[in-house]
């Protein structure tokens, strides 16, 4: 079955070490998305890649880094310069231009702990 | 001004009862519309969409739309347990692929 995978589910960082979470996709989806979500809170944007080697910021880039090698895969880190890291990442991907109804899919969500 | 809101929660409504859920937006050549629900602790997952005026039913939900207001919508109906959830509403920008989200409701339907 075609989806999004995030590993590890669970992660917890400890203060100045960086970390990378893991997102896969296999639906042959261009373009790519991490958001964060903190308790009770909607998501917000980190980074977005529409296609191989590119990359934006989104609306709370810093202290967080991507890559886009391949195009199944948009792993993030989330660096020492990330402050306040405990949060829920939420990574999606889409395909622009398959309609004006085509919405996200979403992986399962990596939830990190800074200890 | 944030770019969508949604209306402050938590909403509780009993079993049966229609629950209202709203969202406003505030770029106005927006196209596209999506309501996801996230159970807790879980990802969320796209329950609706729509990007003409007016309503669009699918089983118990429907979506109304109302650009010229900016205004969109969902309606549950016969709402059950089930359905306790948070529902974010999303916007996709006027050009690229990029949604954003509001801050979500938080719906209990109580038996």
């Known amino acids: 079955d075609g989806g999004i995978t995030q590993s590890p589910k669970y992660l917890f960082r400890k203060e100045g070490q960086n970390v990378t979470l893991s997102c896969e996709q296999n639906?042959?989806?261009?373009?790519m998305y991490w958001y964060r979500q903190d308790p009770g809170q909607g998501l917000r944007l980190i980074y977005y890649s529409q296609i191989v080697n590119d990359f934006q910021k989104g609306d709370i880039a810093e202290g967080y880094s991507v890559s886009r090698e391949k195009k199944e895969s948009f792993p993030l880190t989330v660096t020492s310069a990330q402050k306040n890291p405990t949060a829920f990442y939420l990574c999606?991907?889409?395909?622009?231009?398959?309609?004006?109804?085509?919405?996200?899919?979403f992986g399962s969500g990596t939830r990190l702990t800074v200890v | 001004q944030k770019e969508v809101e949604q209306n402050s929660g938590p909403l509780s409504v009993p079993e049966g009862a229609i629950a209202s859920l709203n969202c406003t937006y505030s770029?106005?050549?927006?196209?596209?519309f999506f309501w996801y629900r996230q159970y807790s602790g879980k990802s969320p997952e796209l329950i609706m969409s729509?990007?003409?005026?007016g309503d669009k039913e699918d089983g118990r939900f429907t979506a109304q739309l109302n650009k010229a207001s900016q205004y969109v919508s969902l309606l549950i109906r016969d709402s059950q347990p089930s359905d306790s959830a948070t529902y974010l509403c999303a916007v996709r920008e006027t050009s690229g692929s990029r949604l954003t989200f509001g801050e979500g409701t938080q719906l209990t339907v109580n038996p």
């Open positions: 729509i990007y003409s005026n």
């Open positions: 999606a991907s889409t395909t622009p231009g398959q309609g004006l109804t085509y919405g996200y899919t």
């Open positions: 770029d106005r050549g927006s196209q596209s």
């Open positions: 639906l042959n989806h261009d373009a």
